[in-house]
């Protein structure tokens, strides 16, 4: 496999092309692009309330994303991590003291900024971090087998839309209600809620496909794993049209904000069908996690647009 094809096509000349995938590797593979695309799917939240954004929620989002997915892939070090055939696990293992150094310092900094949340943000933040955890070790036990959450049968995709629905759409809003800043209704929330889940598990399947040869022979019972490869992408569709017809029947009117919503999904829903082909790693973790952050750059231009 080509991983840095994509790379070597975006600018011309070799020396621009080493500086950028040098970025790049350290932009998506020490997960700090990931952190940033938790930043963006508050911030999306925060501009469909129309409130202004909590400083220390976003945060929050940024360092527990950035800890938690650094502690994902360190405690998963393969054997001989210099010879995988994955680059982002060469890259991860060739700078590992730069790892633990941002995994300990976004640890440290949830500290003092969990100190500025209500006490309903800091028991769901607890509990979210809780299911984070059991979802990569192992601390279930069957028939003397140990487990993890991701080790159940098609659970995996539910409990990372979950989480991330939970963090960047349930937390802002419990903050939003403890500071008496805006009146959310319980409709409002659980619709928010289900298009961000919706939205999550749909861009989150082909990394499951991308990864279904290497689940099998771990043994994770993942969608594709369990359905193969084109009934999941029919499901990431379904998925995203089921987004569609909750942004089409429960928005009360259509404004920028809708348009900015609809094209996103559209876009994402391309992307998602052409990683049938494209299996270089950065497609995966520079464009499909990108749609999150490419969300919250829609509404932004969208509000630009006089309609």
Not at 8 to 18: E, Q, R, T, V
Not at 57 to 66: M, P, W
Request: hydrophobic letters at 50%; proline letters at 4%; one cysteine or more.
């Amino acid at each position: 496999m080509n991983y840095d094809g994509a790379i070597h096509d975006l600018i011309p000349g070799s020396n621009m092309n080493k500086y950028l995938r040098q970025t790049l590797d350290f932009l998506l593979f020490s997960n700090i692009f990931i952190a940033m695309c938790a930043v963006s799917q508050g911030m999306v939240t925060y501009w469909l309330l129309q409130v202004k954004p909590h400083e220390y929620v976003l945060g929050l989002l940024f360092c527990s994303t950035l800890a938690l997915y650094n502690f994902s892939i360190l405690i998963s070090k393969p054997d001989k991590p210099e010879n995988s055939g994955f680059r982002r696990v060469r890259w991860i293992f060739s700078h590992y003291r730069l790892m633990i150094t941002l995994t300990i310092i976004s640890v440290v900094a949830i500290i003092p900024l969990s100190f500025f949340l209500s006490t309903s943000s800091r028991i769901l933040l607890i509990g979210l971090g809780l299911i984070s955890v059991a979802y990569n070790l192992p601390i279930f036990t069957i028939h003397d087998k140990r487990f993890g959450l991701r080790n159940i049968p098609g659970v995996k995709l539910f409990i990372i839309a979950m989480v991330w629905a939970g963090s960047c759409v349930l937390l802002p809003i419990l903050e939003i209600d403890g500071n008496n800043a805006a009146s959310i209704t319980i409709n409002e929330t659980i619709l928010l809620f289900s298009k961000r889940f919706l939205f999550i598990a749909a861009i989150t399947v082909p990394f499951d496909i991308r990864d279904l040869f290497q689940d099998k022979s771990n043994e994770l019972k993942t969608i594709p794993v369990i359905l193969g490869e084109k009934k999941s992408l029919l499901i990431c569709q379904g998925l995203l049209a089921a987004y569609m017809f909750l942004l089409f029947t429960l928005t009360e009117k259509i404004d920028k904000d809708f348009f900015a919503l609809s094209l996103t999904i559209i876009l994402s829903g391309w992307l998602i069908f052409k990683s049938k082909w494209k299996k270089n790693e950065y497609y995966y973790f520079l464009f499909l996690d990108g749609t999150m952050i490419l969300q919250f750059i829609m509404l932004l231009l969208f509000s630009t647009i006089p309609l």
